[in-house]
């Protein structure tokens, strides 16, 4: 958890720029579409760009001698991968490319089903292939899926198996509503969580106010859509 020493309201734009995984996945982009939201995200000084596997060879190019990095999805939006198929695109990604994070979708049928050491060994095996290459993980868990209980054992698994971060949501979730890191969630994974795992939260966090408000709460980072960044940032109301 950051202990801010400041409130968001007074940091700086570089400064809350660097809370920002600004998100570049529709699956309908086109080549100039990418290249644009990610030279974007770059200009913004965003801690990363969060990027589709197929964008990888843009992202790096990109990205290159800049202060920001590489986040690539993996197994996304739905988690429901074999352990093996995962680990084998995480092992593409991490050892092809300068990848310095990677965010994986945690199997939310399983964590649904309470099948907690299934959930652990899952995401374990990820995170031992991703830190061999010194990548970062963070476990998105779908939480508009979930129950309050739920998203507090998926923590706990998160954490026994070592991911540096725990998510609530992909965007892509259907059939349920869309809330997505509200402050609520934020709270309850920020409690469980403690200085033990990072938090990140995602998905409809589209208004300034949001986004300050989840600074100070202390959450690490979050992902913020294209479209948004400039409006959470201050650039453009």
């Given at each position: 958890?950051?202990?801010?020493?400041?409130?968001?309201?007074?940091?700086?734009?570089?400064?809350?720029?660097?809370?920002?995984?600004?998100?570049?996945?529709?699956?309908?982009?086109?080549?100039?579409?990418i290249?644009?939201?990610?030279?974007?995200?770059?200009?913004?000084?965003?801690?990363?760009?969060c990027?589709?596997?197929?964008?990888?060879?843009?992202?790096?190019?990109?990205?290159?001698?800049?202060?920001?990095?590489?986040?690539?999805?993996?197994?996304?939006?739905?988690?429901?991968?074999?352990t093996?198929?995962k680990?084998?695109?995480?092992?593409?990604?991490?050892?092809?490319?300068?990848?310095?994070?990677?965010?994986?979708?945690?199997?939310?049928?399983?964590?649904?089903?309470?099948?907690?050491?299934?959930?652990?060994?899952?995401?374990?095996?990820?995170?031992?292939?991703?830190?061999?290459?010194?990548?970062?993980?963070?476990?998105?868990?779908?939480?508009?899926?979930?129950?309050?209980?739920?998203?507090?054992?998926?923590?706990?698994?998160?954490?026994?198996?070592?991911?540096?971060?725990?998510?609530?949501?992909?965007?892509?979730?259907?059939?349920?509503?869309?809330?997505?890191?509200t402050?609520?969630?934020?709270?309850?994974?920020?409690?469980?969580?403690?200085?033990?795992?990072?938090?990140?939260?995602?998905?409809?966090?589209?208004?300034?106010?949001?986004f300050?408000?989840?600074?100070?709460?202390?959450?690490?980072?979050?992902?913020?859509?294209?479209?948004?960044?400039?409006v959470?940032?201050?650039?453009?109301?």
């Amino acid at each position: 958890m950051i202990r801010p020493t400041k409130r968001a309201a007074e940091m700086s734009t570089a400064e809350l720029a660097a809370y920002i995984d600004q998100s570049v996945l529709k699956p309908e982009f086109t080549e100039a579409d990418i290249r644009r939201y990610i030279k974007e995200g770059v200009d913004f000084g965003c801690a990363t760009v969060c990027i589709n596997p197929s964008s990888l060879p843009i992202a790096v190019e990109l990205t290159r001698g800049t202060k920001t990095a590489i986040c690539v999805v993996c197994d996304f939006p739905f988690g429901t991968s074999t352990t093996a198929s995962k680990v084998l695109q995480a092992e593409e990604y991490c050892s092809k490319f300068d990848v310095a994070e990677l965010d994986i979708v945690a199997n939310f049928g399983w964590i649904r089903s309470g099948r907690w050491s299934d959930v652990t060994r899952d995401i374990a095996a990820v995170v031992e292939t991703c830190h061999k290459h010194n990548t970062i993980v963070k476990v998105i868990f779908e939480t508009d899926a979930l129950t309050v209980d739920e998203v507090k054992r998926a923590c706990e698994c998160a954490i026994e198996a070592k991911a540096d971060f725990v998510k609530t949501s992909t965007g892509f979730l259907t059939g349920h509503e869309a809330h997505g890191a509200t402050p609520e969630i934020i709270k309850v994974m920020l409690d469980v969580c403690g200085d033990r795992i990072k938090v990140k939260g995602s998905g409809c966090i589209r208004t300034r106010e949001h986004f300050l408000t989840l600074i100070d709460m202390g959450i690490d980072r979050m992902g913020i859509g294209y479209r948004s960044t400039p409006v959470v940032l201050g650039i453009q109301k």
